[in-house]
């Protein structure tokens, strides 16, 4: 199940376009959780990729 965390130790910059939709979904997510858009989005992003299915025609080389 995902669970919101409340903070990450290290950070880099990236800048991203998201759908409004999206944006607005995330901000309320945020606020009830009195956490920070970032920090939604980071968990999304990290539960996302913990949870991709892999497609075997399509895996890339590390």
Known sequence: MFKLKKDYDD????????PTYLVNQVQELATKNNLSFNRVITQCVEYALLHMEEDEDNEQPN
């Not at 950070?11 to 998201?18: A, H, T």
């Open 11 to 18: 950070y880099e910059y990236k800048s991203l376009r998201l």
